[in-house]
């Protein structure tokens, strides 16, 4: 049976499920995420350091999206924030959802005491949401990733390995899992050797920076942790500053794009699969 050209592209545009993960500072950024979204209109929204009351939803919902989930991670300006996955009810039909349980090890107590003096009280956070994808029926997972701004990337992989461990999915069904991971610029082999134990790929791979700093505190204003780190990271590793991520499996890439967003100290990264 012949398909016009035009149809044909139409019908594989809709056999693709694209992505868009970001951290919002502070919900800063999800109150100007139109702009984002007026131009690629992405499936599935990953937000993180998102205000999670019905406000802010409605907000987003607004542009043609529904909530999934959300889970709260953090108490700041006296606002509750945490990671929020919403979709298009066009393309995914929703099906469950769940908090992951990453477990406590030992070294977590350590970085404890630099976490009340700098004032972070972000604990780690994945949520886990299941999807049908409406037109190839296929069942997707996707995590949304929140990991500890102050601590070691050991620790970072040991969260992700144990929440990874309880999903118990099948190693070819389609996962994806991504986020602010905070993994620091290095141990990078250590992050790929985890995640390739569980079939898992890097869709960012091809982008090198996902957050930014500025002296002026232009994008944001700065707590005593970043004012005494900013030196450091503007000499250093501004270049390659890298905290947010994509993995995935059972799915084709098509592309990654930064996108280059003025909204955030980061930068929104949206993700385009085959399903």
Known sequence: MFIPLRDSIQYNILMNLSLLTYNTLFNNAANKI????????????????????????????????????YSN??????????????????????????????????GEYFFYLFQVILGYNKPKTILRTDFVHRLTKKRVSVCNVHLYVIGSNEQRIKHINNALKSINLFKKEPLIIVGD????????????????????????????????????GKFEKFNLFQRLTLPFVNKFIIKQTKTDYSFYRGLKLIKTERIESQTSDHYPIISTFEI
Not at 83 to 93: A, D, G, H, Y
Not at 185 to 197: I, T
């Open 181 to 216: 991971f905070n993994y620091l610029p290095y141990k990078r082999k250590g992050l790929e050797k985890m995640m390739a134990k569980y079939g898992l790929r890097e869709a960012t791979a091809n982008i090198r920076q996902t957050i930014k700093f500025t002296t002026d």
């Open 34 to 69: 139109n702009l984002v979204i007026d131009k690629y209109h992405p499936d599935i929204v990953c937000l993180q350091e998102a205000l999670t009351n019905n406000s802010n939803v409605k907000n987003i919902e607004k542009f043609g999206y529904k909530i999934a989930d």
């Open 73 to 106: 991670s953090f108490v700041k300006f006296g606002k509750i924030f945490g990671v929020i996955t919403f979709f298009n009810p066009k393309t995914l039909v929703y099906k469950d959802s769940f908090t992951l349980n990453m477990g406590t090890n030992f």
